[in-house]
């Protein structure tokens, strides 16, 4: 069975889960802290992946690990996927939750690069914008890349939108070698 078919169905028993127990939310943000220490410690990932640790040994680090750190309700969708010896595939499993969790509350995501970090009001302020054009949620990911020299690039939902200097200096570039 497909690996992406079996991460969605485990994603949406999670946040049919989460629906059950008014926990969608948390769960959201669990699964953003999890992936996190996924990849800031990728031992813990291949400790879950490895074959010959025990189903037991799994459901032990789950608890000491995230026991404290994530809601009961995280914590125990962990373990019943430890259960079902499918806990290898958790990240994949908890990113496609991010991804359900954004198609069911209508967030879009956004990622939007400027040449120099924006201030914390900036960034708000800019969301709002994009909420405000959008007409609903935007999760929006801030990130620099000093070779945009100024403006900004902003891709949402697949779409880009580059009033970045970089690119119009190569417009202009581009007009006067025709």
Sequence with gaps: M??????RRYATVLYDFGVSKDSTELIYADANKICAAFKETPEALEFFCSPLKKVHEKKDLIKSAFGNVVSPATTDFLLFVA???RISMID???RVYQIVYKERNDIHTAEVTTARA???EKCSEL???????VGAKVDAKFKTDERIIGGVI???DGKQVDCSI???LADIEK???V
């Design 2 to 7: 497909d690996g992406g078919l079996i991460a």
């Design 83 to 85: 259960d079902k010896n």
């Design 92 to 94: 994949e499993i908890l």
């Design 118 to 120: 924006l201030s914390a």
């Design 127 to 133: 969301t709002q914008l994009l909420e405000k054009k």
């Design 154 to 156: 902003i891709c949402i």
């Design 166 to 168: 970089s690119r119009q």
């Design 175 to 177: 007009s006067l070698t």
